[in-house]
């Protein structure tokens, strides 16, 4: 089968030259994972900045359970032989998925602040997203330390939960800088020690520099609006098995940390 892409993220372009070696690395539902060096690359049901979109429908198809296929990128082509599929990104259009911090004004802060509140929806530390958020802000008051040592890694999903509310403050702070090199040499040293699973490890350093899933440069790019905000952070609420909801307690959790340093 060959499928035509229609977006290619901008920052994977180099690890799809065919020059490095690439493999298989794992397969979920609606997807599968690549891997060039540190860099995990999904195919599959999700637009991103680490991520090819393809229609999930169509490789349900031809993914062969119990069988890992070979990988080999050929004149802008990935092939995976034993599958038959053939992903052709020849006249796919570059996409950046970089937010710039342009800031973040304070009606828009109150919006995302009171809609999230408002759902406390349960997240997957098997509490409510309120809950979580203070419990995790004792922690944060702490120090950065403490606090990324208690989250990185820690609970479900197949990027934990705690690594999802990590993304969801980098994200906020991607928007309005807010946290501070502290945080940021500690995080990547946890990364360094391999603390969490490698495909959290690349997203999380994806959102280090500024670049994220679509679902989120969504509400990125919405204005003050707070019926277009909260159909967006509503489509969030839906993105992976908890991943979304944690992500968002992590964007709740900055707004409220950025409050108290405002005062």
Do not use: C
């Not at 053939?86 to 996409?95: G, L, P, V, Y």
């Not at 203070?134 to 606090?147: K, V």
């Not at 939960?161 to 309005?176: C, E, K, P, R, W």
């Amino acid at each position: 089968m060959l499928v035509r892409v229609d977006i290619i993220p901008k920052n994977i372009i180099p690890y799809l030259s065919g020059d490095v070696p690439i493999k298989f690395h794992s397969e979920f539902k609606h997807g599968f994972n690549l891997k060039v060096e540190d860099q995990i690359i999904y195919i599959g049901g999700r637009r991103g900045s680490t991520s090819i979109y393809v229609d999930p429908h169509l490789l349900k198809r031809v993914i062969l359970k119990n069988t890992i296929p070979n990988v080999i990128i050929a004149d802008k082509v990935i092939h995976l032989k034993e599958w038959g599929l053939m992903i052709d990104f020849k006249h796919a259009q570059i996409e950046d998925y970089q937010v710039k911090p342009l800031g973040l004004s304070s009606q828009k802060q109150t919006v995302i602040k009171d809609i999230i509140v408002e759902k406390n929806y349960p997240t997957g530390f098997d509490v409510s997203t309120n809950v979580l958020v203070e419990q995790l802000s004792q922690h944060y008051s702490t120090s950065s330390d403490h606090f990324l040592n208690f989250v990185i890694g820690r609970g479900k999903g197949l990027t934990p939960s705690g690594d999802d509310v990590i993304i969801g403050m980098l994200f906020l702070h991607a928007m309005t800088p807010y946290l501070d090199i502290e945080f940021f040499k500690v995080l990547n040293e946890l990364l360094a020690q391999n603390k969490t699973n490698e495909i959290s490890q690349s997203f999380i350093r994806e959102a280090i520099e500024g670049r994220f899933y679509q679902v989120l440069l969504d509400i990125y790019k919405a204005n003050d609006d707070r019926e277009i905000i909260e159909k967006r952070i509503t489509k969030m609420l839906a993105f992976g098995s908890s991943s979304g909801k944690d992500t968002l307690a992590g964007i709740l959790l900055g707004l409220m940390i950025l409050e108290k340093e405002n005062v």
